[in-house]
């Protein structure tokens, strides 16, 4: 329309020059003025429809865009959250995530002792090929305000619940409340469940503190989001009450043996690429059945973390450092003990990360025995649900007696290669 409309003036004008060229010989002059006058009457005209066709156009065009965005608007109103007319949930809307994860190894030492090559609290197992677990995952909002997380443990010989707790979220004062059974928040790698550890095996400070599992139990515990102290940007508080103990550093000959624990936990972004926390925690109760002598565990923990952010699948630097002090009460007096480890984790490219782990611990109820381990090793991450693992480590064993474990324990060197794969939305995250 706005093309046809200047075609006409130009021709209009063209029209009236031609017209006014025609007479101007036989017109007087004054005659030549009217028609002039005449023909710019005529081009105003033609100007003024020109420009009310314009804004007709661009009012037009207007009216379009927002018709378009109206109906954008009502089809997202239409899709917003679900609505069950027949008062029966669907039932592919309430399923849990559910994950399948397992995990498989091979290992050999050179050393045939039942400590070393039996699976028990202190080993996975040597000499031989063994399925460490098959983990089931259930997880799932049951409401805005809840969460449910099961996890199940199957192995050759036992079913046991991992983890099944509830969590209740953005409760007042920054609080999230959880209860049933669960690992408890303590140190770095308390909460890692075995698929997910940096290396193959707990650091011998954990270990021969706690068992090779992790230390949780059932109860109640509290995670507050606290005002930074410390100049951090963020600090936590986790306070929790369990029943646990695994017969080491707390006693497990009672139907119910109490234990606090206390962690806090402070962040920092010290770059663009780069995290800082530390944590001090420590966890008390007692050690005898008669509930007579106590136990106190302190833990004091670093983790300096490097992601490039344009190059996070390719980069990654992570280290960690974890130091233990154990008090432990008997009736010939007070037993001190302690342990650390330090371990580093280097991703080289998109599939290959480079390990390297110290270990230190004395025995909680003995500190006159004690072990010494190196680890290296490498993961080659197949994609994000399968990865490979293979480890060397040395151990230096100065022990003659330990709880729940005969000897003899000599030391050893072994090789693990590991695979573990993973099946649904939970992989081999900390968890």
């Given at each position: 329309?706005?093309?046809?409309n ?28 009217q ?16 420009e ?34 027949s ?28 400590y ?126 369990i ?21 806090y ?11 800082f ?86 025995l909680?109820y ?29 151990s ?36």
């Amino acid at each position: 329309m706005r093309y046809l409309n200047t075609i006409l003036v130009f021709f209009g004008i063209a029209g009236l020059l031609c017209g006014a060229q025609a007479k101007a010989t036989q017109a007087p002059q004054d005659s030549t003025l009217q028609k002039v006058e005449e023909l710019e009457k005529t081009v105003n005209t033609l100007l003024n429809k020109i420009e009310k066709q314009k804004q007709e156009d661009e009012l037009e065009k207007l009216m379009e865009e927002a018709r378009k965005l109206k109906s954008v608007e009502k089809k997202e109103d239409h899709g917003v959250g679900k609505k069950f007319h027949s008062g029966v949930r669907q039932q592919s809307a309430i399923n849990p995530n559910i994950s399948v994860s397992g995990d498989f190894f091979g290992a050999l030492s050179s050393e045939d002792a039942n400590y070393i090559q039996d699976p028990s609290d202190y080993s996975y197992g040597k000499n031989g090929f063994f399925l460490r677990e098959v983990e089931l995952s259930l997880v799932a909002p049951l409401d805005p305000f809840t969460r449910g997380k099961s996890f199940i443990s199957l192995t050759e010989n036992a079913i046991t619940i991992e983890e099944a707790y509830l969590e209740w979220l953005n409760l007042p004062l920054n609080m999230n409340l959880k209860l049933g059974l669960f690992n408890a928040e303590f140190g770095i790698l308390n909460r890692y469940h075995d698929h997910a550890l940096p290396q193959f095996d707990r650091p011998k400070v954990l270990t021969n503190f706690f068992t090779n599992g992790n230390f949780g139990g059932t109860g109640l515990a509290g995670n507050f989001l606290l005002p930074t102290l410390f100049w951090a940007d963020a600090s936590i508080f986790d306070i929790a009450i369990i029943s646990s103990g695994s017969g080491i550093s707390f006693t497990d000959a009672n139907t119910i043996n109490m234990v606090g624990v206390a962690n806090y936990t402070s962040y920092y972004d010290i770059t663009h690429n780069t995290f800082f926390e530390w944590r001090l925690g420590a966890v008390a109760g007692y050690n005898d059945a008669a509930r007579e002598n106590g136990s106190l565990v302190g833990n004091l923990s670093f983790n300096l973390k490097w992601i490039p952010s344009d190059r996070a699948k390719y980069r990654t630097f992570d280290w960690k450092t974890e130091f233990l002090y154990g008090s432990r009460e008997t009736p010939t007096g007070t037993v001190n003990s302690m342990g650390f480890y330090s371990s580093i984790q280097n991703k080289i490219n998109a599939s290959w990360w480079l390990f390297g782990r110290v270990d230190y611990s004395q025995l909680p109820y003995d500190n006159n025995q004690d072990e010494w381990a190196v680890t290296v090793g490498a993961d080659f991450w197949q994609s994000e649900f399968v990865f490979l693992r293979g480890q060397f480590q040395y151990s230096q064993r100065n022990f003659t007696y330990v709880i729940g474990a005969p000897g003899p324990y000599p030391d050893d060197y072994s090789v693990v290669l590991q695979v573990n794969w993973a099946m649904g939305p939970h992989k081999h995250e900390a968890y």
